[in-house]
Every structure is written in C-alpha cells, then in structure tokens.
C-alpha cells in the first residue's frame, strides 16, 4: 500500500494482455496468410487496417465470418476459412516469464484482474494455451464481451464497476498509449509499459515489494 495520506492506497490491479503479459507478433498472420496465398507478407500488411471492422469485431458488434469478410476484401485475398484463421490465430508468440514473474508476487498483496480488446476467434486461442499462466488473474475482462474496447470510457466504466472498487484505487499497465490515456480519463491510474522494468517501476509506486 502507498503510505502517503494524500494518496488513496490501491485496492486493485488492472493488467492489458496482449503486449503486456502475452508475446505477440501480428507479422506472424501476414506471412501464414502471405504463404498460404502465393502473395507477399509485405504486401498483405500494408494493406492490412485495424479499421472499424476489426474494432467491431473486437466489441462483438459484428461476428468472425462478417469480418473475414471485410479483411478479404480489403486485403483482395482469397483464401478459406480454415487458412484465415490459422494465420490469424499465429499471432501468439509466448508469454513474459519477467511479468509473470512479478505478477505472481504482486498478487500475494492485491487482487489482480486483466482487461484485453480481443475477439472470439482470439480469445478461444489464449485462453487455452496460457490458461495456466492466466490463472493469477481473478477475472479476465474481454471486449467482444463487454461490448465496449479500450480506450473508450464506457469499457473502463464497466471493468471498474465489475471489480467493485474505486476507479482512482485501480493501477492499470496497457502498453497502448492511447489506452492509458482513456484509463486516465476514465478516474484510473495508469501506467505505460514498454518493458517488465515498466510493469515493476509500477507496481513498486503502488508499494509491491517487487
């Protein structure tokens, strides 16, 4: 806890997934897709977009056929479905053992949590393979559930309102600094991660003997 009496101690922490805990590398889907077509992983990512599409689709507004929809014709790419998700689904690198690490002593002194813009076809893919890893978290937040993604105030609103406490008792780490933004914005406070140094320097600020 933060000792300081002009700072509310902090009663929960709140963690992104992806770039945060869980390795990932979306070049990986580019050169699935790129090999699985004949065309250039160069060429599908510049026209690849996480557009309104794939923001939907991370709300659960639209479900994964419609979007697959969307991406072969921006993309101009004909493959089946089988492809298209195998490609998309190669995105998952590995976890952080440093995080995990910290993670795992963090949550000997608060409750931890983890809110992560994702979509279904995703979700069925890292909550398999790093269940174990994933298991220091009381409760996994996923926007294609929620119906909100991050930064918008109203997913930030929903977490809070979830965990029961007091939006300015959450630390939250996201390594999207528009998301840390929105966090902010939402009565949060936030930390920026570019690194496991980052995810420590936080949680020593919150008085995690880390």
Request: glycine share 8%.
């Amino acid at each position: 806890m933060i000792d300081s009496p002009h700072v509310e101690p902090f009663e929960a922490l709140l963690f992104d997934l992806g770039g945060v805990v869980i390795t990932i590398d979306f070049g990986r889907c580019f050169q699935h897709w790129g090999d699985s077509s004949g065309r250039s992983a160069d060429d599908l990512a510049s026209l690849f977009a996480f557009d309104s599409a794939y923001e939907d689709h991370e709300r659960g507004a639209i479900d994964t056929v419609s979007y697959w929809a969307s991406v072969r014709q921006a993309l101009e790419l004909d493959l089946a479905d089988e492809a298209m998700f195998a490609g998309w689904n190669d995105i998952y690198v590995g976890t952080d053992p440093e995080v995990l690490s910290l993670l795992s002593r963090a949550s000997t002194e608060l409750p931890l949590y983890a809110f992560t813009n994702t979509n279904p076809a995703h979700q069925a893919v890292w909550a398999k393979r790093f269940a174990t890893e994933l298991d220091v978290f009381e409760k996994i937040f996923v926007s294609s559930e929620l119906g909100h993604r991050k930064p918008d105030r109203a997913a930030f609103e929903a977490v809070v309102a979830s965990i029961g406490v007091p939006a300015s008792q959450i630390m939250f780490f996201d390594d999207g600094p528009e998301n840390v933004e929105g966090a902010e914005a939402a009565g949060l406070h936030a930390v920026h991660v570019t690194s496991a140094d980052s995810v420590r320097a936080g949680l020593r600020s919150a008085g995690m003997p880390v």
